[in-house]
């Protein structure tokens, strides 16, 4: 049994384990739900102040929230007025450059008409002067032409007033006269003459030839050549080229040069200088009026090669000087052999006779008298023989033996 106590009046009651289980389970559960009462007031005071404080800093937050969104309303419409003036600026910057680069244009468009007028006015001034030039060119040309044809003309005329015989003379004294005339202002030191060695059976006309410093620079070999019109048999220019040929290398001429009135028609000839070296090597044919300018171009061309000419002139000259001290030499080593050849014989000649018979004396003294005879003789040209002798026709070697004789003393 159980005792409970009343705490209102304080009896006390007694009651068995089942009943004590029912009234403690009846007390817990009023205690349980008074606390659980109490509990849910605690939680709904708390909850409505919780929620209390959480709509007040909700409205904070949102206040905050709706401050900035002011502050950035008010810095987004700052900046849009910032924008609409930028924009303002940019137009009236647009307005401002499009109206300079209009005035550019139509400046740069005016300076352009101008330089196209006057370009315009320089294609006008350029036409009118290569017109003017056209015409002076054609008046020129025309007058070459004429001055061509009065020049075939005169030829043709001044082969009909030859005789036959004369037609070649003539040219040659054509040339002659005009060479002579230049003689003593051009070529004052110059070899002009007419060819008369025939001993090859053909000779040329003229021989030009000119010298520096005693080396021939230039030399020319000249043929000249016209007929008639009313010749039967008309030669060509290269009916002669090969004689001439022969001519140049005959009298050893580096150049030859035809001097021709032949094919007085042909343009080749008419048009200038003729270079026929494809066929014959350094040979040219020419018109008489380019006689003078073929030498004075020929001759120029020599001179430059002047200083060429003479350092090859004096390696010739060494050699040659060189060449004559190697005779000179040879032939004494062999006049010398041969006498010591010589004597040697006549001495074994001598010791046989000796050695064979007494009574060969006189022809052993004569054969001792013979080998001294010639010992005397290769004695006296080794004792003759000389630096002087040996460099007689090479005074370039005779000059490099009194050199090492000086260095000597």
Known sequence: MKEIKCPNCGEVFAVDETGYAQIARQVR?????????????????????????????QKEA??????????????????????????????????????????????????KTAQILELQNRIAGKETENELKKQSLVREYEAQL?????????????????????VGESLEQHCLNQFNALRMTAFP?????????????????????????????????????????????????????????????????????LVSLLEIDNELYNNGIVDVSYRYEKMYVIRPQFFIPMITLLRNAALNSLGYRRELELARHQQVDILHFEENMNAFKDGFARNYRIASDKFKTAIDEIDKTITHLQKTKEALLSSENNLRLANNKAEDLSIKKLTKNAPAVREMFDELKKDDE
């Open 62 to 111: 949102y206040d905050r929230e709706l401050a900035a969104k002011d502050v950035q309303l008010v810095q987004k419409e700052r900046e849009l007025e910032q924008l609409k003036a930028q924009i303002m600026g940019q137009e009236t910057e647009k307005k401002l450059a499009m109206s300079q680069i209009a005035q550019e244009k139509e400046k740069e468009l005016a300076e």
């Open 189 to 257: 030191s110059a070899y002009f003459e007419k060819d008369n060695d025939a001993r090859s059976g053909s000779k040329g006309d003229f021989i030009f030839r000119e010298k520096s410093d005693g080396v021939e620079f230039i030399s020319i070999m000249f043929e000249m050549k016209n007929e008639m019109d009313e010749t039967a048999t008309k030669h060509k220019n290269e009916d002669f080229l090969k004689e001439l040929d022969k001519d140049r290398r005959e009298k050893k001429c580096e150049y030859a040069v």
């Open 146 to 166: 004429k001055q061509k044809d009065e020049q075939i003309e005169y030829y043709k005329d001044f082969k009909a007033r030859q005789s036959t015989k004369m």
């Open 29 to 57: 559960d009023i205690e349980f739900d008074r606390e659980l009462k109490r509990r849910e007031g605690e939680y709904e005071q708390r909850k409505a102040g919780e929620l209390k404080l959480a709509r007040m800093e």
